[in-house]
């Protein structure tokens, strides 16, 4: 069965540093994967999707994650953080085809300060 | 409007009560969740639907019960709340095989005195 695990429940990063949140999948076969954000009292939205196209995926709001199969990893990074950014966020997968659900890693919430 | 559209959108209720959470949307997709949200936990799937007469359980099912009124419409109930089902509640929709994602109503946040 797919799984998702999201290391890092609470990442902290400074306004204009990297962010880098980790996402790593378990899957028997080829996976659709996503990310979504959740700003304070909203509900979910899409940031970027992998669908087995391009293995480099560039999203919403200057974010961008890279499907690497050997290491089984879909990790979300975005060169230089705003403090806009700070929500929560959570890596999904779906494997194609059939009675397919999508399931969610466990979330990881970004804090940006000054 | 919105695609999905959850209400009540807050609720506070007592133990033992019913409770129906309610979801519509405007996607015209035939694919349906609830999914239920618990800090630490991430997003768990309690019920979805592939059509109006295809309903299936999700990993945490027990004490819920789901209706699909029409492919626009799917009702999560609670016959008896109780406290640990205090969470923040969440329908979605998709097209079969996820080719755009997800979609997500705004959450119910439903407390459970």
């Known amino acids: 069965a797919q799984s998702v695990t999201q290391l890092g429940s609470h990442v902290s990063v400074s306004e204009g540093a990297l962010v880098l949140l980790r996402c790593n999948y378990s899957?028997?076969?080829?996976?659709?994967l996503f990310w979504y954000v959740q700003y304070p009292n909203q509900g979910l939205q899409l940031l970027l999707k992998?669908?087995?196209?391009?293995?480099l995926v560039k999203g919403i709001n200057g974010f961008e994650a890279e499907f690497k199969k050997s290491e089984t990893s879909f990790h979300l990074t975005k060169p230089s953080a705003h403090m806009s950014d700070a929500a929560e966020y959570f890596c999904?997968?779906?494997?194609?085809?059939?009675?397919?659900?999508?399931?969610f890693g466990a979330g990881t919430r970004l804090a940006v300060h000054p | 409007d919105a695609d999905v559209t959850q209400t009540p959108r807050n609720r506070i209720t007592k133990t033992g009560k019913r409770i129906m959470l309610e979801c519509s949307q405007t996607?015209?997709?035939?694919?349906m969740y609830w999914y239920r949200q618990d800090p630490g936990l991430g997003l768990r799937l309690i019920y979805y639907?592939?059509?109006?007469?295809?309903?299936n359980k999700g990993e945490i099912s027990d004490g819920y019960s789901v209706s699909r009124q029409a492919q626009a419409k799917f009702s999560l109930s609670l016959e008896s709340a109780i406290p640990n089902q205090t969470a923040l509640y969440f329908c979605?929709?998709?097209?079969?095989?996820?080719?755009?994602?997800?979609?997500f109503g705004q959450g119910t946040r439903l407390t459970v005195v």
């Open positions: 992998y669908t087995s196209a391009a293995t």
């Open positions: 639907s592939f059509d109006v007469k295809d309903i």
């Open positions: 979605a929709t998709s097209e079969s095989d996820f080719p755009e994602g997800a979609f």
């Open positions: 996607k015209g997709h035939d694919r």
């Open positions: 999904a997968v779906s494997v194609s085809g059939g009675y397919n659900k999508l399931i």
């Open positions: 899957s028997s076969v080829p996976p659709y």
